[in-house]
């Protein structure tokens, strides 16, 4: 029986769950792919708060590791945005050129943060929490302002 491909654009909490149910009811139906913004593998973001405050490092707040993918078969791309997808040829292209055809595309982005257009928007220092990189940021951004006090 030929597998059928399914394509996942975004690699967060909710298609990972949706995954965990595919693969637990229907193991062999799908050939998956995912394409991954984020150069991480799937976290909970929920916890994110305490890995800024060091309570917690990141590597607690994985959900599935580089292993898990490797274990069911699946290809991730992190750090791949996809730039296009082509609905007639059902295919998606990332920003790095590769080209996936898919027989189901399930996009699960999530959100984007908005930081508002208010005087001092631009400034450095001003930044948005929503992923590792927001993180690492804020701790860097930290640092520097501790220099200058």
């Known amino acids: 029986m030929k597998k059928e491909k399914l394509v996942v654009i975004g690699n967060g909490m909710a298609p990972g769950k949706v995954l965990e149910v595919l693969l637990e009811e229907a193991p062999d139906r799908y050939k998956i792919t995912i394409f ?3 150069s991480q593998v799937n976290y909970n973001r ?3 708060s305490p890995v800024l405050t060091g309570e917690t ?3 607690e707040i994985i959900i599935h590791g580089d292993g ?3 274990k069911h078969g699946i290809t991730l791309y992190k750090g791949h945005k996809i730039v ?3 609905r007639d040829a059902q295919t998606v292209t990332s920003e790095h050129g590769v080209v996936e ?3 189901k ?3 699960a982005t999530g959100s984007y943060p908005f930081i508002i257009p208010v005087p001092g928007h631009k400034l450095a220092g001003v930044l948005s ?3 590792l990189d927001d993180v690492h940021a804020m701790m860097l951004a930290a640092k520097l302002a501790a220099r200058l006090w």
């Open 36 to 38: 991954n913004a984020e």
């Open 46 to 48: 929920i916890m994110l």
């Open 57 to 59: 490092e990141f590597e």
């Open 68 to 70: 898990w993918y490797i």
């Open 84 to 86: 296009n997808i082509n």
């Open 101 to 103: 055809s898919y027989d």
């Open 105 to 107: 595309l399930m996009i």
């Open 129 to 131: 929490f929503r992923d």
